[in-house]
């Protein structure tokens, strides 16, 4: 299939929701009765971990080329950071790899250690990796990197817990669109164009400058290549519900009631004029080493 766009128009939205927390602090408590805003990054994962990937397999999808690209082999001791319900240790497992998969969220811990007996699942906080250094061989953080709160910190425990020479992947949100389709996504212009709606420090996700990130934190051999999903949709609702089960969720719940109305209501009649509805996105998977 023909595929292209993804991530690239909400990466833009990320870097302007970062540059708007910077100048206004810390988050606070919030109040769902108002602004309808979660109270954590983590509660949102929480709350979605039933349906998770259920109703579009598009974690599942991703996952699969992320290890596709970076290959760990039998007896590889790998760590799957913020391992949701196990796009990545699933297919890693299936590689003969042994995967400790760690995530914040207990309902998405729990959902995991069902389906994947075969991994160590522990529920664990990403700036405090509760491993001895040089544990691993790889550690694969997927969509995680800019959704916690101190990039720099989770960084430099991956590094403390990786062996010489281990390798590190991270997936964020970006990319370099690779393909087109003859009738493109519209939704991530549509969550560029409501983005504005959002009160202050709605929603979750900031940009990073992932090389610099690395660099400063002792990586090397940095690279970037980029992977691409697309799976077409039976409709436009079933785009919608698959936006509620995943991290846009708080995007949709941090909307006022009205747009959130407007925000649904827009994207099912663009989706539904369309012959053919594809989901499509781009990621940028970043890869690093400790050294020797």
Known sequence: MVCGYGFVAFSDHLRSLARVRDSLGPRPTPNREGLFILTTNVQVFEEVASVYDEVL???????????????????????????????????????????????????????????????????????????????????????VLHLVDTPVVVAAEI??????GGLLA????????????????????????????????????????????????????????????????????TYWDWTLTHGSRAFVDDLPANRRTEFHDRMVAQLSSQNVITLQRTAALWTARVPL
């Open 170 to 237: 991270i997936a964020v949100p970006g990319g370099v669109a690779q393909t087109e389709l003859t009738e493109p996504d519209p939704i991530p212009d549509l969550y560029a164009e409501f983005a504005k709606f959002l009160p202050p420090r709605g929603s979750m996700g900031t940009w990073l400058d992932v090389d610099k990130l690395l660099t400063q934190t002792g990586f090397i051999d940095v690279r970037q290549a980029n992977v691409e999903v697309c799976l077409e949709v039976p409709d436009g609702q």
């Open 159 to 164: 590094r403390r817990v990786l062996s010489p």
């Open 57 to 143: 397999p598009f974690f599942a999808e991703l996952g699969t080329q992320i290890v596709d690209v970076i290959a760990p082999g039998p007896g590889m001791r790998v760590l799957d950071l913020g391992a949701g319900r196990g796009a990545i240790t699933g297919p890693t497992l299936a590689r003969g790899a042994r995967v400790t998969a760690i995530d914040a969220a207990p309902g998405m811990v729990t959902r995991l250690a069902a389906d994947h007996p075969q991994a160590k699942v522990l529920l664990m906080d990403a700036h405090d990796l509760e491993f001895p250094a040089a544990s691993f061989d790889v550690v694969v953080a997927a969509f």
